[in-house]
């Protein structure tokens, strides 16, 4: 189903599917031999939202297509490089001695409860109302605790979530480290640049932000995405797998926004904000993951990016 203005999802379907296979890589990559991140709360959440194939690859229990391109160990090092990248974003944050943090669709991101924060942090965190209500549900029932102030806010960001920011106790005259992981790539062109807008407008001197550097995306790249996600399953099957529906139900040429767009990294910085850009392949060897594999991705070297106002 094509995307529209006011759609919906939950965690097993469309945009919200996404974010649980993000989640079942976080805690592969945590079950790796040498784990370069640790999400203890990423296998909990995937099984709650209860595809079988999702949880059974989370704890451990299916190796995916070893030794394909289609290796699901080995894809989740993507994922290990990115969560790691923006881990180190707040680690860097906070040294500066920002303590203000705002999380953008979050998903099932749970660094509020994992990563070590200065203990007069707050951290802010948005996304769908359904979505941060069974996230903090699940999380509650593990008995898990925020390492720091956490005040979740349940709100479409197609709504007026500024608004709904400030209502919280936001203070837009604090220096913010903002971060939009993985998300840009699912916004409209005009809504990428409302959005960036907003995030410059409520932003203090010395504001950061963390996101993918999300250009132009176009007809062929998005067929391409569909036709290794296809490979991808048909890989799993093979391999005797079978549950990846939710997978298999995903069309990525609907998914996400086709069109011209102005590059993250060109729009921040003709709004006042100073940019550096990090490509995956660099990341991978930073990180000591060798090379990076094509995976599921179509854009070829991702570049992420983070940027200082003023």
Request: hydrophobic share 45%; aromatic share 8%; with cysteine.
């Amino acid at each position: 189903m094509a995307r529209t203005d006011n759609d919906t999802w939950d965690l097993a379907s469309s945009v919200g599917a996404t974010a649980t296979v993000v989640a079942m890589q976080r805690a592969v990559a945590t079950r790796g031999p040498r784990p370069l991140i640790y999400d203890p709360y990423a296998e909990p959440l995937v099984s709650a939202v209860g595809v079988d194939a999702f949880t059974r690859c989370a704890r451990g229990e299916i190796g995916i297509a070893a030794g394909t391109p289609f290796d699901v160990q080995r894809m989740s090092d993507g994922i290990a490089a990115r969560t790691k990248y923006f881990d180190d974003f707040f680690a860097d944050a906070a040294a500066a001695g920002i303590r203000q943090v705002v999380i953008l669709a979050s998903g099932l991101d749970a660094r509020a409860y994992r990563l070590r924060w200065p203990a007069d942090t707050v951290v802010y965190e948005l996304d769908q109302p359904q979505v941060i209500a069974f996230k903090t549900g699940v999380l509650a029932d593990q008995g898990a605790v925020p390492a720091v102030e956490h005040r979740p806010i349940g709100i479409d960001l197609r709504d007026d979530w500024p608004s709904a920011l400030r209502a919280a106790g936001f203070d837009p005259t604090r220096p913010t480290a903002w971060i939009a992981e993985g998300l840009l790539v699912y916004l409209p062109p005009e809504a990428q640049d409302r959005l960036l807008d907003n995030i410059t407008a409520l932003s203090a001197a010395g504001s950061r932000i963390a996101a993918e550097n999300t250009g132009t995306i176009t007809p062929e790249e998005l067929q391409k995405m569909a036709d290794q996600m296809s490979a991808a399953q048909q890989q799993w099957q093979d391999n005797g797998i079978d549950g990846f529906d939710a997978v298999g139900q995903i069309d990525v040429t609907e998914l996400f926004y086709a069109g011209e767009r102005t590059e993250t990294a060109a729009f921040l910085a003709d709004s006042g904000w100073d940019v550096r850009l990090h490509k995956n392949s660099e990341l991978y060897a930073m990180y000591g993951l060798g090379e990076p594999t094509d995976g599921l991705s179509p854009f070829g070297d991702i570049t992420y990016l983070t940027a200082v106002l003023g």
